[in-house]
Every structure is written in structure tokens, then in C-alpha cells.
């Protein structure tokens, strides 16, 4: 691993709401939609939405998802498809929020581990990629459609979705990489709101349990040298921070 030091003294908050592309997934069934930010879940939420569209009860996780029925590309579009007002009345719109490190770290070992994609030259060197990610994303800042498809999936929370436009309207429910019990809880208490049959309620939370037990057994090994060697670094932590300050004040996490 290079000797990647910053000097984070020239580092500042990157923006809020930068907007980023954008994709909700919508069922009218329920009158259920979901953001779609990476590293949060969004698979798990994707398949459950598609469930309760084909209410079919047999394993939802190996069927193909029905974005190409469900998903839309713009607000503008999801208001226009089901012809809401700026309020969506009557529409629970789901954005499951994530601690910023945790999901960096996530997404590292993702792209730049378990897919071994380039990362900017930085492979498997943290470091490396912290500081590549900030310069990146600053250019991001000015040049959304620019961003690369790695950086997209560590970009931070809050350029999703026009979050500026909507954070008052966001459910937002919980994720722990440890354990989906917070996000289950969450999950629950959505779908009861909605008035979701309670099998299927327990159906799918039994699937997101399995697939997230599988998930969490393949970066164990990993992520805790990862999470030691970012606590170990004042350099990194204080980039992260700049990097993703705003999803910890908006999201109500505290700052490193």
C-alpha cells in the first residue's frame, strides 16, 4: 500500500445536492417509491417492491427486477406517470439512509476489492482512493453527468433523488452493515403503514435477512482492517468528512 498522505488542511466541505441522475422505483399498488442510492440497500428494496407488484410469494431475490415497469428517471417523470402534486400526496417515499464511512467502505470493497476495477490507478490502496475520490468528486460538483461509474457508487447520500426538493417528504429508514435489525424495524413498520399483509411482511424480511447474512460474511475479513486503518488516519477521516459532510448533518449522523 502506497504511503498516500494528505494534506488535509486544503480539504473543504464538498456541496450539498449536487444532482446527480436520478431513479425511483414506484408501485401504485401500494403507493410505495423508493430512491435508489447505491450501497443502501437498494437491490433488497428493489426485489421487495417487485414482490408486492407481482404478489407472488416464492423467492423474490432470484427473479429479474421489473425496472423496466417500475422505475422512473426523474421526479418529474414519477409525478407525471401517477399525475401527483409537489407533496405526492398519499405516496410513502422510501430513502434508506447510511453511515457515510460505512457505505464508503462498502463501495471500496466493492469496485475497487471484489470486482478489482482500477479505481483511478489507486487498486487496492484505501488511501489512495480517498484522496482521487475528493479530487474527483470536486469536479463532479460542476460536471454531474461526468462522474465515473465507481465514484457513483460512494458519491454521497444527499445528490440523489433532488434531495433538497423532497427532504421533508423522505421516510427515511435505517441501514446497519452489522445486523438488519434497525433496517428491518424500519421496514416493517413502512410496509404495516401501507397496509401490507403481515406474511408477506415476514416473507420479505426473512429474504432480506438471508441475502444480507451472506453479504456481511464475504467483507468481514476485510473490513475491519479497512475500518482500523481509516481510524488510524486523521488524513482520511477529516477527507471523508469533507467528502460526505453534509450527509452526516442531513442524515443525522455524528461527525468524525
Known sequence: MQDSW????????????VKLRTKIRAIEEHK???CVVPKTMSTATGAALCHLRKK???NWLHYP??????VHTSLQSFQENFKLNKNYSDWDIWFVKRHPIDRFISGFID???RLGHNCHGCGFDIACYVKKLYEKLEIVVNHPQDIHIDDFHVAPQNWFCQMEQNLNRLNFLRYSSDSTETFLLDLTAALKEEKVNPSTIRHIGAQISSR??????KSSRIRPFLENLINSRKDLQQTLQAIYYWDFVLLDYPLI
Not at 7 to 12: A, I, M, W
Open 111 to 113: 469496485r475497487c476489492i
Open 6 to 17: 494528505i494534506n488535509f488542511k486544503d480539504v473543504r466541505n464538498l456541496p450539498a445536492f
Open 212 to 217: 444480507s447474512a451472506s453479504h456481511e460474511t
Open 32 to 34: 410505495i417509491a423508493a
Open 65 to 70: 427486477h421489473c425496472d423496466d415497469q417500475i
Open 56 to 58: 407472488d410469494n416464492n
